[in-house]
């Protein structure tokens, strides 16, 4: 049975999905979000929608609001050179503001010009309740009454306070604020390469553009760095042909410490950004040169979607690496990217996100037990961590890593089947 009473410290898409099941199973959830603002800003980064998320959204989701697009195939262009290889490859893309706002409208009811009229709650749905702008300092567990207490203070009054539940759920990020106090082992790290971002209305492209990028996902690789492109809905839920959006990332090698990476993350105000320079805030002279540079060698739909990209942002890629998921006798356990955070390739957190929620779920019903949770847990992370690496070794060309990765796959896997077979 799930838990009565839970918090759910972070309020993103990890957290609402989590959120979500439980208001559904009869549960009272409280979120506790930092940010402080109505709408979180989402840059409309693209998401993919893998068939957990698919899942979920199909069993509890009452807006009826297609969350995705879906796509046929994969495609590589090589330089210049629009295809050389092309394949059947099907799946779903979305935008992360999308499905965002039809979780939110689902768990507490949010109204958006992607869901302007969110659905009634059920008669069976726990009370759920979202803060935002509250940032947790601290928790703590009494064993004997089985209760974690979770201690916040609003990020604009700066007035503190605590609750307490026999549940809570730690989605606040690859920053997570829960895994620092819980001293989580962890690996963090920068992978060497900068993520260059944007998204560019189907109005602003030629029929030309627009037809190339259409129904696939598109790697342009470039020889050490690469692209990957593809379709997404609005932030306001437009799925039609005409009113979408294409989104891009630019895999860019970039060491770290380096005047270039100095540069590129410093905004147009001067402010030096740790992670991410945001939407509006890039350094149009820092991106400018960046075009001039290697748009010659881009194919023409390529060159045409970046340069006519209204805002570019840029961000850092991360990996992190928790290999303790749960704590407090099970009663607390770190989720989505607050447990892994994988590099951004495969765009699979939201599907990470969605089978924690799912095993979290098999757990309360007794199917298994939380130390198999988290065992399938880890194993899962292992395995998407060097997938990543792998599809971002291959695009970048470093193919002495990819090997080295693609064998510790193999190594991992091999070593799981094996100990399956002797249990």
């Known amino acids: 049975m799930a838990p009565q009473k839970v918090i759910i410290i972070g309020g993103s898409v990890a957290g609402l999905l989590q959120g979500l099941q439980l208001k559904r199973q009869g549960s009272h959830v409280i979120v506790l979000e930092q940010d402080p603002s109505k709408d979180r800003a989402s840059h409309e980064s693209g998401v993919s929608i893998g068939k957990t998320v698919v899942s979920i959204l199909d069993r509890y989701d009452a807006t009826g609001r297609p969350a995705a697009i879906p796509a046929e195939y994969m495609s590589a262009a090589w330089r210049q050179r629009r295809r050389v290889a092309n394949t059947t490859w099907r799946h779903n893309m979305s935008n992360w503001g999308t499905l965002y706002l039809i979780l939110r409208a689902n768990f507490d009811g949010l109204k958006s010009a992607c869901v302007p009229n969110p659905p009634e709650p059920k008669p069976t749905d726990g009370k759920v309740e979202y803060h935002a702008g509250k940032q947790v300092y601290g928790v703590s567990y009494d064993r004997d009454e089985g209760l974690v207490t979770v201690s916040y203070a609003d990020v604009t009054t700066g007035e503190k306070d605590s609750i307490s539940a026999e549940m809570v759920i730690a989605a606040d990020g690859v920053h997570s604020t829960v895994r620092k106090l819980m001293q989580a082992p962890t690996r963090k790290e920068y992978s060497g390469y900068i993520g260059w971002r944007g998204t560019v209305p189907e109005r602003l492209l030629s029929k030309d553009t627009i037809e190339y ?6 790697f342009s690789l470039l020889g050490g760095h ?3 492109s593809y379709l997404i809905p609005t932030e306001t839920g437009h799925v039609e042909p005409g009113k979408r959006l294409i989104n891009w990332v630019w ?55 970046v340069a006519n990209t209204p805002k570019p942002f840029v961000t850092k890629v991360i990996e992190a690496q928790t290999t303790k998921a749960s704590f407090y006798d099970g009663r607390l356990v770190l989720v989505g990217d607050a447990f892994t955070g994988f590099r951004s390739h495969l765009g699979w957190a939201s599907e990470q996100a969605a ?15 939380m130390k198999q949770r988290d065992e399938e847990a880890i194993l899962y992370a292992q395995r998407f961590i060097y997938l ?6 291959s695009g970048l060309g470093w193919m002495a890593s990819f090997l ?10 091999t070593t799981h089947y094996i100990s399956v077979l002797f249990r």
């Open 213 to 218: 990028f259409s129904n696939r996902l598109n």
């Open 226 to 228: 690469y692209f990957i």
């Open 251 to 305: 895999y860019y090698v970039v060491p770290d410490g380096s005047p270039e990476m100095e540069a590129i993350f410093t905004d147009v105000s001067g402010k030096v950004h740790p992670n991410t320079v945001p939407q509006g805030l890039v350094n149009p002279e820092v991106w400018k040169a960046q075009l001039e540079r290697w748009s010659s060698i881009m194919t023409g739909p390529l060159a045409e979607l």
């Open 355 to 369: 089978r924690h929620a799912v095993s979290l779920d098999r757990v309360w019903k007794g199917e298994i037990t």
């Open 388 to 393: 990543n690496r792998m599809m971002g070794f």
């Open 404 to 413: 080295r990765n693609a064998l510790a796959y193999v190594w991992v896997m």
